[in-house]
């Protein structure tokens, strides 16, 4: 984690350093397909012989929604953005997205993954992954 980076809601499930945020996933050695989170067992096949690996930070916007209603325990802004990115691994990774209109984002869009600062259901920063368009 650099300095000055909050702490990560969940720890594990990626890494911030001088380069960025990397999503931490898995690869299963037989299969050769990827998942995120990291798992021990391979959540396609079920073979045991996932071994971690550095997601690729870019990838395209598949889908994307504009939130604006808030869940309970969040109290950062709304609307937000809230879409599926497909990493250039052809994995296909959840995440808030960063944009002043994000619903007028079009699949297709290349992103890449960024942290973001957000304020836990105590009150404390904490820092998430999102997606940002990547500048032209």
Known sequence: MSSG??????????RVDSDGL???GGRSQS?????F??????????ADDVEPIDLPRTGELWQCTEV???PPGY?????YGLGVVELDDGLRVVGRVKADSPAELAGGTPMTVVAETVTDAHGNDC???AFAEVAP
């Open 22 to 24: 990397t999503l931490l």
């Open 68 to 70: 604006r209603a808030a």
């Open 37 to 46: 989170p990291l798992q021990p067992v391979c959540p396609y096949t079920g």
């Open 127 to 129: 820092t998430v992954w």
């Open 75 to 79: 109290s950062g802004p709304v609307p």
């Open 31 to 35: 299969s050769g397909l990827t998942h």
């Open 5 to 14: 980076t909050p702490p990560p809601i969940v720890g594990g499930l990626f």
